[in-house]
């Protein structure tokens, strides 16, 4: 066995969404950073569906870029066709969505990895967590919930015995843990893309203690494009004016031609070939031990559970510029090749498809994010942070946001600074990493913008006006990038304010605008703003009559009119300002309750009138506030109520 020992500050294990995100912010941060992968050729690789975005997603890579992450610089270096869905709805739901040329995606990232001070990349089988429990514990002033019992990273090992001291590891363990692939009958003890399975850590991790749980997940077959009927099908577009992921991205950069995808239709012929076949699909079988998706169901999963759907949607996708492989997005599964080919025959456009991949499920070892601290650090290990689809999530955005959270607060451990925790009611990521670890989620998470319970203000289109003081103050956002972004804030401010106090009268030329505009006449002078509350009405429209707009724009920078990112922020301010105003108010009570916290030693048999099952569920999730106490499922609002009076007596009496 090998005799390399080495000493680095952070090891991070998988180079997934995850992992690329955890090892840049705390290479970034100035940390000596190693990063862990089974293959070099699998960074940042996308072995499902090759898009980045999508409805909530697109929110996350958002947040993500405005704290200082990568994936968002990334897509929009790769991206092969753009859109921004939900359009007809509300600004709270639009959410922005890039197909990817996969291969130059796992490309690009590695690039940026690769040429990152402080950090190496590393192909090797991470086997072991190293770790110890200090004597002198009460020395370092590490008493209450991290006192004696809780253990302490020191290092990790790989399969060829080479020891990496370390004093933080990431893990980003992803889809790979013991993992399996199911095809009918044919099973493959490999990770996704038929990668070699990291199949020794799962022991070391259960002898620190840690509760594993096994996932499934699956994806579609891939086909020849040469050999599918176009013509049968509907093409989908991209948008004509693109947005970028990054707030970095100049918008004059992406402006280029793109592919298009095609939508088509399952039937019920191919309903009927499921049915006939689910004895040899291996969900039905009993052969997958572990849970599947809810939001991402397999097209058997569909058939069965929506029986009275007469067709469901599938898009046909293209894995890139430089490949004839297209993805069948909507039909994933885990039948026999004969059947999915049987299948996949009778969808318009497919009659003669030839696959190149098979669908396939893949079932992987995780854990149960209860164990897990806001931070993403492990309650009962000192130094171990986990992120990604090991904490029970799916999707390649989710993953990414708890890798940079998790890399960040490994940087913030070592570095002995103010953890960053997140709140539900300033971010998506937020809300994703309080679902994870307050809730017991028995399937893979996975974020939908029905889950934030303040999501007009949680927009995609302010994630930076909402999270780039975070990522400056942290230290992976520039000084430039910050400054530009409160130059943003003021002139949004500046122009809502001049909207507000600029009044129009009920002359002749302004009522001849109105009934140009299908609008009600006026009957007495009000302000611009006033005017863009109407529906029919909106910022542009008034150019016509705002005849100060140029000038003040000229004074704000520099140019005739204000940036469209300015413009964008300016109407939803007002034209949804009653609802965002409910909504901080809704907040400001939230936070009162967030900012009440649990002493961390509390002991919660001691407090009277509390119930068994409450009493029980509190020392197993260990909340750090009375909202977080609130939000676990077993806790009753009457539990909380008692807490909040023992705290107050434990305040009172100086226990606190």
């Not at 989908?236 to 950069?253: A, V």
């Not at 012929?269 to 809810?294: F, Q, V």
């Not at 649990?598 to 750090?624: G, H, M």
């Amino acid at each position: 066995m090998s005799e390399i020992r080495e000493k680095v500050d952070v090891c991070v294990v998988g180079a997934g969404h995850a992992g690329c995100e955890a090892a840049l912010a705390c290479a970034r941060l100035g940390l000596n950073t190693v990063i862990f992968t089974v293959s070099v050729d699998s960074i940042a690789l996308m072995p499902c569906n090759p898009n980045i975005g999508g409805s909530s997603k697109g929110h996350l890579v958002r947040e993500l870029d405005a704290l200082g992450g990568e994936m968002g610089k990334n897509i929009d270096k790769t991206f092969i066709q753009s859109k921004m869905l939900n359009e007809s709805k509300g600004p709270a739901v639009h959410s922005l969505r890039a197909q990817a040329d996969k291969a130059e995606y796992s490309r690009a990232m590695r690039r940026v990895l690769e040429n990152q001070d402080n950090l190496t990349v590393k192909q090797a089988e991470v086997c072991e967590i190293l770790w110890e429990e200090p004597e002198n514990y009460h020395e370092n002033g590490l008493e209450g919930a991290k006192g004696p019992q809780r253990k302490k990273v020191t290092g990790v090992k790989t399969f060829t015995g080479a020891v990496y001291e370390c004093r933080a590891v990431v893990l980003c363990t992803g889809t790979y843990l013991r993992a399996r692939c199911l095809c009918g009958e044919a099973i493959t003890y490999t990770g996704p893309n038929g990668l070699q399975a990291a199949n020794h850590l799962t022991e070391s991790l259960e002898k620190i203690g840690i509760e594993l749980r096994r996932f499934k997940t699956g994806t579609p077959a891939r086909m020849d494009r040469r050999s599918i009927d176009f013509s049968k099908m509907e093409e989908q577009f991209g948008d004509e004016r693109i947005i970028p992921f990054s707030f970095s991205t100049d918008p004059k950069s992406v402006q280029k031609d793109q592919v298009s995808c095609w939508l088509t239709y399952t039937n019920q012929k191919t309903h009927d070939i499921i049915r006939a076949n689910l004895d040899r699909s291996p969900i039905y079988a009993g052969i997958i031990e572990g849970t599947g998706p809810r939001y991402c169901p397999s097209i058997e999963d569909k058939v069965v559970k929506f029986a009275d759907k007469e067709r469901h949607q599938v898009f046909i996708e293209p894995e890139g510029l430089y490949t004839n492989e297209m993805y069948v997005s909507g039909m994933s599964s885990s039948l026999p090749e004969d059947v999915q080919l049987a299948m996949y025959r009778t969808v318009p456009g497919l009659e003669h498809c030839k696959i190149v991949r098979n669908a396939y499920a893949i079932e992987y070892d995780c854990i149960n994010a209860k164990q897990l601290y806001p931070t993403l650090e492990f309650k009962s290990v000192d130094g171990l942070f986990s992120g990604g689809q090991f904490n029970g999530s799916s999707g390649y955005e989710e993953a990414a946001c708890q890798g940079l959270v998790a890399g960040i607060n490994a940087a913030m451990f070592i570095l002995g600074r103010d953890p960053l925790i997140m709140d539900r009611s300033e971010s998506y990521i937020g809300v994703l990493i309080d679902d994870l670890v307050t809730k017991d989620n028995r399937e893979p998470y996975r974020m939908m913008t029905s889950r934030a319970e303040y999501r007009l203000l949680l927009r995609q289109d302010n994630a930076d006006l909402r999270l780039r003081k975070r990522g400056y103050e942290i230290g992976l956002v520039t000084r430039l990038q910050y400054d530009e972004t409160m130059k943003k804030k003021y002139m949004i401010e500046q122009e809502v304010e001049r909207l507000k106090k600029t009044i129009v009268g009920a002359g002749k030329e302004i009522q001849n605008f109105l009934i140009g505009h299908s609008s009600t006449p006026l009957k007495t002078s009000v302000s611009l703003a006033e005017l863009i509350c109407r529906p029919e009405l909106n910022y542009n429209i008034l150019s016509e009559i705002d005849k100060d707009r140029a000038s003040f724009a000229e004074k704000m920078c520099g140019s005739e009119s204000l940036p469209e990112s300015v413009i964008e922020q300016v109407e939803i301010e007002i034209k949804y300002e009653g609802y965002i105003l409910r909504q901080k108010r809704q907040i400001e009570q939230f936070k009162k309750m967030e900012n009440k916290k649990i002493p961390v030693d509390i002991d919660y048999d001691v407090v009277p009138s509390l119930r068994i099952e409450a009493r029980q569920k509190l020392k197993e999730f260990k909340p750090l506030s009375v909202g977080q106490a609130s939000r676990i499922s077993g806790v009753s609002p009457a539990d909380v109520s008692v807490l909040l009076v023992y705290l107050e007596h434990m305040k009172s009496s100086g226990s606190v």
